[in-house]
């Protein structure tokens, strides 16, 4: 039996709703519509933008607010509206777009609804696909972000993960001005706004809802999810979890290709 009547299921997708084929499964759908019925809501919290998770928002049905952007915005999946948005600072993201390109490394830069890359290549190609939205090649992104009034959301890096790494040390041995900087996959880094987080947008997300924190459940496998799963009432990592999320996480399911969102729902929070 629940201990807990929870209110609130919120889904990081890729590793954990979708499998490594980015396929929700028929017994995940069933379990979220159960949960559906006896009235908990069910949202996403995501690094992709609006356009990139409305499909999947849309097949699970999702009826709370999206946290998107790794929580740097929080929009209503029915008509798109925008209930927060945090932006990185121009000055911060040009450092990082200088840095990247000293380090050879493939840059997203996440401005508007769109996302630029310097120029098709493999990378960007893979991106693209896995997103599902289309990128604009603008040529150097440094030259082009100067030339733009407004501040992006975020970048996205990509390439190796030690590549990675000396580019965060980089940055930070460089300036005491640091955004938030957080490893999503192994080839991804992420930089944000100070602050921000999907735990922090969970906490905005139950504001505007009115939910408590304590009886929501988050599922996520990466670092970008790790204070997500602390924040919940029940935090969930996934088998294929990074190690960091398993030990922060109060349960642990089975992994992504193993219907492990379904597994949890039914053992914890359909009862």
Do not use: W
């Not at 493999?122 to 289309?134: C, I, L, P, Y």
């Not at 100067?146 to 990509?158: S, Y």
């Not at 190796?160 to 938030?180: I, K, S, V």
């Amino acid at each position: 039996m629940r201990d807990v009547r929870y209110r609130l299921i919120v889904l990081d997708v890729d590793g954990t709703l979708v499998d490594r084929e980015r396929r929700i499964s028929p017994d995940t759908l069933r379990a979220l519509e159960a949960a559906q019925a006896s009235g908990i809501r069910v949202a996403l919290a995501t690094g992709r933008m609006f356009a990139s998770a409305l499909p999947y928002a849309r097949k699970i049905r999702a009826d709370a607010p999206l946290i998107l952007y790794n929580g740097a915005r929080i929009q209503d999946p029915v008509n798109g509206a925008i209930l927060y948005s945090a932006h990185l600072p121009r000055d911060q993201a040009l450092r990082a777009l200088r840095l990247a390109q000293q380090s050879g490394l493939h840059a997203n830069l996440y401005l508007g609804e769109h996302i630029y890359i310097e120029r098709v290549s493999e990378t960007s190609r893979e991106s693209a696909r896995k997103d599902g939205v289309e990128q604009v090649a603008a040529g150097d992104l440094v030259g082009f972000l100067e030339g733009r009034q407004e501040d992006p959301v975020k970048i996205l890096l990509i390439g190796p993960g030690e590549r990675l790494e000396a580019f965060a040390a980089a940055y930070r041995a460089g300036t005491q001005d640091l955004p938030h900087l957080v490893r999503s996959e192994p080839t991804y880094l992420e930089i944000l706004r100070r602050g921000v987080t999907k735990g922090a947008a969970l906490l905005r997300l139950c504001e505007i809802v009115g939910i408590p924190p304590s009886v929501a459940v988050a599922f996520g496998d990466n670092l970008n999810d790790l204070e997500m799963i602390q924040a919940a009432g029940l935090g969930v990592a996934m088998g294929n979890a990074h190690a960091a999320l398993k030990q922060a996480a109060r349960v642990v399911a089975p992994s992504n290709d193993e219907d492990g969102v379904a597994a949890v729902l039914r053992a914890h929070v359909l009862g």
